[in-house]
């Protein structure tokens, strides 16, 4: 570790080299780790938010795991074996979570490989330009202008019946397409250029040489292009599951009655409730679900941490 800090210093000087150093554990400590640590010690909480601040630390302030307790199980009136709800609601979501990573890596791939192997020049720079700029405009303004979209009354619903593909309204709002689709929309970026980075460094001539060799194009990209470009997919994927099993706002607006989401509990809980320990419990099962998923997959398909970051 001191060869790594002096060939560290040695190869960015003092002055970047302290400003680095500090700006990441800043980033990593504070912004990071310590909130995550006080939620984690937040949720074993039991009556911390109508606990008098002069018993906080007392014998009063007691360890716990009642709220996650009521995560599984719910109140003790409860007459179901277990929280329908809420479970009910998490397992949805991290289903959904999936759905939408799958559908983007499915979207995404193509035009990844596209970008990085076939379009050149003015055409690849106009493709970029035109994946970038819808994103300009803030992530709110395009949740309702989806919702505008597939409104019962809305532009594609009028498309269809106009082309006679329906021949009544679709509430696409109600069925959960517009929550779907926008989710898999708004992350799309995430999924992209991870990829094209990973394929762009693919050697051309291997492609030409499986090609000339009879390989169709299915075997060149499973036998070559994907597990050439595996870290960039296990990054891309990564950050997708992550952000839409923690989406709020998008579930918010252009989520159907029967879509509730997790984190729409959580906030429930932190907001509505004003049970902060009860809101962390449920953030903390969410987060390591998550984690633990993650990592099992990555065992499951041979991805190694370390490969995310290349």
């Not at 002069?54 to 409860?78: I, R």
């Not at 429930?268 to 969410?286: E, M």
Request: hydrophobic share 55%; with cysteine.
């Amino acid at each position: 570790m001191s060869v790594w800090f002096q060939n560290f210093f040695k190869r960015n000087g003092i002055g970047l080299s302290l400003f680095l150093l500090i700006a990441v554990f800043v980033w990593v400590v504070l912004m990071i780790v310590l909130p995550q640590l006080l939620m984690l010690d937040f949720s074993f909480r039991f009556n911390w938010h109508h606990m008098n601040p002069s018993k906080m630390g007392g014998p009063d302030d007691v360890y716990t795991l009642t709220h996650y307790k009521f995560l599984v199980y719910g109140s003790p009136n409860n007459p179901d074996p277990f929280n329908i709800v809420d479970v009910t609601v998490f397992f949805r979501t991290i289903l959904a979570a999936i759905f939408v990573t799958m559908f983007d890596l499915a979207l995404c791939y193509p035009i990844a490989y596209y970008l990085a192997q076939v379009a050149k020049g003015a055409r690849a720079r106009f493709l970029v330009v035109a994946l970038i700029v819808p994103f300009w405009v803030n992530e709110i303004l395009r949740a309702f202008a989806f919702r505008i979209l597939f409104g019962e009354e809305g532009s594609l619903n009028s498309l269809l019946l106009a082309i006679g593909l329906l021949d009544e309204p679709v509430d696409f709002i109600r069925e959960n397409v517009a929550l779907y689709a926008g989710l898999g929309y708004v992350y799309v970026l995430l999924m992209i250029f991870p990829i094209y980075n990973a394929v762009e460094s693919l050697d051309r001539n291997q492609i030409e040489a499986a090609r000339d060799l009879g390989a169709s194009w299915f075997r060149i990209h499973r036998r070559i292009v994907m597990p050439f470009a595996k870290p960039g997919i296990t990054s891309g994927c990564t950050m997708v599951f992550m952000l839409t099993a923690g989406a709020l706002a998008l579930p918010q607006i252009i989520g159907g009655p029967s879509s509730l989401w997790f984190t729409q509990i959580i906030y429930q809980w932190f907001n509505t409730g004003s049970n902060w320990p009860r809101g962390s419990a449920y953030a903390i099962v969410l987060l390591i679900s998550c984690v633990v998923l993650l990592l099992f997959l990555m065992r499951l398909f041979k991805v190694r941490i370390g490969e995310i970051g290349r």
